[in-house]
């Protein structure tokens, strides 16, 4: 078990009772467990400004009755199989899918995926949820 350290803050009152609304309002339990919520956003932002693996999900939504718009996409993530690692397909409605691609690898490259994804004629939305692989977040 990794050895806990402790430090103080000063907050204006006002932020200190908007932090403890949100707190409360997602369900953490205290002010400490939200802080490493926090914390680790932040090194999980940094991660994808480096080129160390990460790992993250491109949603897409799409109008599967758009001439070759399928073939495209699938074209495009066996173009960047290093970092693809599956994708998921869901039926939204009569004229809507959403595609799930699940990512892993270096940030750029990643994004290089994304950009390649988004240029296909018939997507209605494209965005990247970035996360970590773990490896490095302590």
């Known amino acids: 078990m990794a050895k806990l350290a402790r430090f103080s803050i000063s907050l204006d009152q006002d932020l200190l009772?908007?932090?403890?609304?949100?707190?409360?309002?997602?369900?953490?339990?205290?002010?400490?467990?939200?802080?490493?919520?926090?914390?680790?956003?932040?090194?999980?932002?940094?991660?994808?400004q480096g080129e160390g693996n990460v790992a993250g999900a491109v949603l897409l939504v799409y109008d599967h009755h758009k001439p070759d718009v399928i073939g495209k996409l699938v074209d495009?993530?066996?173009?960047?199989?290093?970092?693809?690692?599956?994708?998921?397909?869901?039926?939204?409605?009569?004229?809507?899918?959403?595609?799930?691609?699940?990512?892993r690898g270096p940030a750029s490259q990643i994004r290089q995926l994304l950009t390649a994804l988004r240029s296909v004629k018939g997507i209605k939305h494209a965005t990247l949820l970035t996360t970590t692989t773990g490896s490095t977040l302590p």
């Open 17 to 48: 009772q908007a932090f403890d609304t949100l707190i409360a309002r997602e369900g953490y339990p205290t002010r400490s467990e939200a802080v490493k919520h926090l914390i680790r956003g932040v090194l999980v932002d940094e991660e994808w």
């Open 76 to 103: 495009i993530q066996h173009d960047h199989m290093d970092c693809t690692i599956c994708t998921q397909h869901v039926h939204l409605d009569h004229n809507n899918c959403l595609e799930i691609v699940t990512v």
